[in-house]
Each structure stands twice: as C-alpha cells, then as structure tokens.
C-alpha cells in the first residue's frame, strides 16, 4: 500500500520559517503533479502551491513571493518551504500528488496532513 507521509509542520513565531517534506512511502515510488494544500478552522480547503511533472510552478497569491514547492532529484519526496510565516496561515497542510512506479501511474494519494501553527 503506497502512501504520502507528511512532516515538519510545527509551531513558530511570525516572521519565521519551517519545511514541510511530503514523501512517497516506497522508494521506487515517484511524484509527479503535486500540490500543497491547506485547511484553517471553519475555512475550505484551499491550494497553495502546485507543481506540473514537468517542475512548472503555481501559488497562491496569499503566498507568492514566500513559499516555494520543490522535489528532490529522485522525485520521491517533495517540499514546501515556506519563510516569513503569519498567523494567517496557520492550518492544516495537506500534499496531494499523482504517483507513479516507472511508467505505471498508480493513482491521486493525499499525505496525512501536518499543523502548523504560527504565533503573533
């Protein structure tokens, strides 16, 4: 059974920074199209950060110029950095990916989510 295991979210003071890393649980396992997204107390989930197979990137307004999506050269785990933090993004944040082994996709998996929280 693949999954998408989630980590490093956490709690930090505003104008701080954390990595998220979302990583397929098998090695040979690889991620194509990605997003990052996220869900606050009583708001929808919202995306914030996307990337095509082909490593062109999306973000959200509310993050551009902040937040950077990236995959590692094996492409089995991908990352959210995300620098100068606000309480505003304090929520849950999920990854979703496509995966693949080889040339066979396997399917649309969603991590597990990690909270992140961020402190005036």
């Known amino acids: 059974q693949v999954q998408l295991v989630e980590s490093g979210g956490g709690l930090v003071q505003a104008g701080g920074s954390l990595r998220l890393s979302c990583a397929a649980s098998?090695?040979?396992?690889?991620?194509?199209?990605m997003g990052w997204y996220r869900q606050a107390p009583g708001k929808q989930r919202e995306l914030v950060a996307a990337m095509t197979r082909g490593g062109t990137t999306n973000y959200a307004d509310s993050v551009k110029g902040r937040f950077t999506i990236s995959r590692d050269n094996t492409m089995n785990t991908a990352y959210l950095q995300m620098n100068s933090l606000k309480p505003e993004d304090t929520a849950v944040y999920y990854c979703?990916?496509?995966?693949?082994?080889?040339?066979?996709?396997?399917?649309?998996?969603w991590g597990q989510g990690t909270q992140v929280t961020v402190s005036s």
């Open positions: 098998r090695s040979i396992v690889s991620i194509n199209a």
């Open positions: 979703n990916a496509d995966l693949r082994q080889g040339s066979l996709p396997l399917g649309n998996y």
